[in-house]
Nanobody, 127 residues
Framework: QVQLVESGGGLVQAGGSLRLSCASS????????MGWFRQAPGKEREFVAAISGSGSNTYYTDSVKGRFTISRGNAKNTVSLQMNSLKPEDTAVYYC????????????????????WGQGTQVTVSS
């Protein structure tokens, strides 16, 4: 079982920045495609960003393009989400997700495509 642990959430004013991190217990981390999802109060969980196992490919939902950056450090088994120019509508619980992949350049945006999930970290953006 792969354990994913998120950190870095908190309260920030609109326009500010936060950096989320997700640490994996899996030593073969580079074989896992990773993603970030979020769930706002009263809403369904939605895709935010994804990165391939190699780190060479990334994909973002339109609402965060140009503001958020997903990256990974395979040597440290971590994936990060740098969030800039935060807006109140970014307020949500953010989840890290991972799945094993045969091709290290593949990435995924569907929740059902991921096998492992973290417990979530709260991000609150005040106006």
């Amino acid at each position: 079982q792969v354990q994913l642990v998120e950190s870095g959430g908190g309260l920030v004013q609109a326009g500010g920045s936060l950096r989320l991190s997700c640490a994996s217990s899996r030593s073969t981390f580079s074989r896992y495609a990773m993603g970030w999802f979020r769930q706002a109060p009263g809403k369904e969980r939605e895709f935010v960003a994804a990165i391939s196992g190699s780190g060479s490919n990334t994909y973002y939902t339109d609402s965060v393009k140009g503001r958020f950056t997903i990256s990974r450090g395979n040597a440290k088994n971590t994936v990060s989400l740098q969030m800039n120019s935060l807006k109140p509508e970014d307020t949500a619980v953010y989840y890290c997700a991972g799945r094993a992949t045969l091709y290290r350049d593949d990435y995924y945006s569907g929740q059902e495509q991921y096998e492992h999930w973290g417990q979530g970290t709260q991000v609150t953006v005040s106006s």
